[in-house]
T-cell receptor, first 114, second 115 residues
Framework: EPEVTQTPSHQVTQMGQEVILRCVPI?????FYWYRQILGQKVEFLVS????????KSEIFDDQFSVERPDGSNFTLKIRSTKLEDSAMYFC????????????FGQGTRLTVV | AQSVTQLGSHVSVSEGALVLLRCNYS??????LFWYVQYPNQGLQLLLK??????LVKGINGFEAEFKKSETSFHLTKPSAHMSDAAEYFC?????????????FGTGTRLTVIP
């Protein structure tokens, strides 16, 4: 069964460092998303991406964040200068040929900023 | 604005007992409603969703949920719990689509099944 794959499963980084979280969506999917969940809090929408550009983003997704689909298979989330409050579980998701189809989520990357 | 409230961060049931996980939402327009499940070390998996039409929605693994507009609720039920149902369950709402765009999630309910 096709699945969304995220690497690494856990990343520890020092405050102020740049971090890149990687996702491989399902191969024929066209819509891509990042969500995050701070420990003990809700899963929050960050950004959606389609046709090589951001289609929607939340207030959380400020200038410190960027997304990219560099090679047609990977979908990355970059945080330029990490803060302690960026520590969270980050989930990648993708949907198929239309936005309204079922979303498939990855298993998440736990980011710890120290 | 939309929001989701899940009552009970932890629910324990005996194997074979009824599972009831509560979800209430607020929304300015008719929403799309979802239940996702997360098993340990896995991603979020869609259990079921309500878009339009029949208010009782059946999902995978014997779960179902009923959209009650008057109560702004979308509670998840399963007649008989199985050990494999132990997981974290998330209710979510979207105003825009039945996919994954701009979903608002609840805080989740951890279901424990007691043998």
């Amino acid at each position: 069964e096709p699945e969304v794959t995220q690497t690494p499963s856990h990343q520890v980084t020092q405050m102020g460092q740049e971090v890149i979280l990687r996702c491989v969506p399902i191969s024929n999917h066209l819509y891509f998303y990042w969500y995050r969940q701070i420990l003990g809090q809700k899963v929050e929408f960050l950004v959606s991406f389609y046709n090589n550009e951001i289609s929607e983003k939340s207030e959380i997704f400020d200038d410190q964040f960027s997304v990219e689909r560099p090679d047609g298979s990977n979908f990355t989330l970059k945080i330029r200068s990490t803060k302690l409050e960026d520590s969270a579980m980050y989930f990648c998701a993708s949907t198929g040929q239309r936005m309204n189809t079922e979303a498939f989520f990855g298993q998440g990357t736990r980011l710890t900023v120290v | 604005a939309q929001s989701v409230t899940q009552l009970g961060s932890h629910v324990s049931v005996s194997e074979g007992a009824l599972v009831l996980l509560r979800c209430n939402y607020s929304s300015s327009v008719p929403p799309y409603l979802f239940w996702y499940v997360q098993y340990p070390n896995q991603g979020l998996q869609l259990l079921l969703k309500y878009t339009t039409g029949a208010t009782l929605v059946k999902g995978i693994n014997g779960f179902e949920a009923e959209f009650k507009k008057s109560e702004t609720s979308f509670h998840l039920t399963k007649p008989s719990a199985h050990m494999s149902d132990a997981a974290e369950y998330f209710c979510a709402v979207s105003l825009f689509s039945a996919g994954a765009n701009n979903l608002f999630f609840g805080t989740g309910t951890r279901l424990t099944v007691i043998p």
